[in-house]
């Protein structure tokens, strides 16, 4: 099923960029389509009463917030499938095996419950069974819910049997007193959560219980430490070592084992990425064209400003401030017409670099045309 999900997954992320590519080229067609038509069709006194150059700055950048968007989420999207078919573990996460002779599950639980670190999860995996024990503390990411909701901290040490299952149990669930089971080792678990997504992965044969509600002896002695690790940091790495300094006679052995991350995704999907800096250049281009335009329109004031004394540095301040201001308005447009479309990303670093990829874009394009704007201003100075 594993090997099934990741070919449907690849299919319907290569499905979706296409879209997304094919939806990019058609808006910037029509968007340049409708520069070049308005300038020929339109007289200078019409454009400069309605700023039309400046609209059509917004809408670029519109346009590009939109598509952004809609490719980030498509990466989202490939990386939870990515994620989900290699165990829905986070990047960083530490597989490590323990001595049970040595030591039990229960007390290497409450050892890291004792650190001084939180926002992650103790599991303890049972790859012959598909039965996950879990231990969390702070803050932990859910996977992907049909129905119901995921673990918490306050749902440990308090006597509950609880289970997030798979959506191939729903036929195994009981109903007792308006309330649903699901029967593990003649153990009844109350269901808490149903987990999958739209396609068949990993998830749909997983049942996670709470790991102090059973505290089996599984086949395997593999655990996993996981935490809600950024782009930029792998928290789980630095709990394990933080446990290793404050349990020395606890031997513990990490596994080498790779977990999925924007890097592995780029390795996998190099020709998804690859289209989208082709896209990104067509990005470039067509705002470069656009801010050309825009500085041309007010060659004029800036021709009279410089001659009454506003120095270079003044004139790129005014028109980096206006230019900045008109793609701020497409940016935060844009975002809003992304989620009226559904179109949404859940990771803020995400965000967070589609706004630099749009600043970049735009100070970059405004910073060439602004150089070449200047060899004008100064032929205007001379006449």
């Known amino acids: 099923m594993g090997d099934s999900a990741t070919v449907s997954g690849d299919w319907h992320c290569y499905v979706q960029v296409w879209i997304l590519i094919k939806n990019t080229a058609v808006w ?58 290699q165990g829905d573990y986070n990047k960083g996460a530490v597989h490590f095996t323990f001595n049970r002779e040595q030591i039990s599950f229960k007390t290497l639980v409450n050892c ?13 995996d049972d790859y012959s069974s598909n039965i996950r024990q879990i231990f969390i503390k702070g803050d932990y990411a859910a996977p992907p819910l049909i129905t119901g909701r995921f673990f918490n901290e306050n749902d440990f040490n308090n006597q509950n049997k609880l289970a997030v299952i ?52 599984l086949q395997n002695k593999v655990c996993i430490l996981d935490s809600n690790s950024s782009i930029w940091k792998d928290r789980s790495l630095e709990i394990f ?28 999907n190099i020709n998804m990425f690859f289209l989208g800096g082709i896209m990104l250049l067509s990005y470039l281009w067509c705002s470069l064209t656009v801010a050309m335009d825009w500085i041309y329109d007010r060659n004029k004031k800036l021709s009279i400003m410089s001659l009454i004394g506003c120095s270079d540095i003044q004139l790129t301040k005014y028109i980096y401030k206006q230019y900045i201001f008109l793609v701020s308005i497409g940016f935060f447009l844009g975002a809003v017409i992304a989620r009226l479309f559904n179109i949404y990303v859940i990771h803020f ?24 704007s200047f060899n004008t201003v100064l032929a205007e100075r001379i006449r």
């Open 28 to 85: 910037t067609f029509i968007v340049h389509t409708a520069v070049l038509y308005l300038k020929r069709k339109m007289t200078m006194r019409l454009i400069r009463r309605l700023n039309g150059y400046s609209v059509f700055l917004i809408i670029i950048a519109v346009t590009i917030t939109v598509s952004l968007l809609y490719f980030m989420m498509g990466i989202e999207k490939q990386m939870l499938l990515e994620k989900i078919g």
């Open 112 to 124: 890291f419950n004792d650190l001084n670190k939180k926002d992650f999860a103790l599991i303890y």
């Open 166 to 217: 798979g959506k191939k149990y729903i036929s195994n669930i009981e109903e007792v007193n308006g309330k649903e089971y699901i029967k593990i080792s003649n153990e009844r678990f109350r269901v808490i959560g149903i987990m999958g997504i739209e396609i068949d992965t990993n998830l749909d044969d997983r049942i996670i219980i709470n790991a102090d509600a059973l505290y089996q002896e």
């Open 241 to 268: 070592n933080e446990f290793e300094k404050a349990n020395k006679n606890i031997v513990l052995e990490s596994l080498d084992i790779e977990t999925v991350g924007i890097d592995y995704v780029i390795k996998k």
């Open 349 to 372: 670093e995400y965000i967070v670099m589609a706004f630099f990829i749009i600043y970049f874009v735009s100070g970059l394009s405004i910073f060439t045309a602004i150089k070449k």
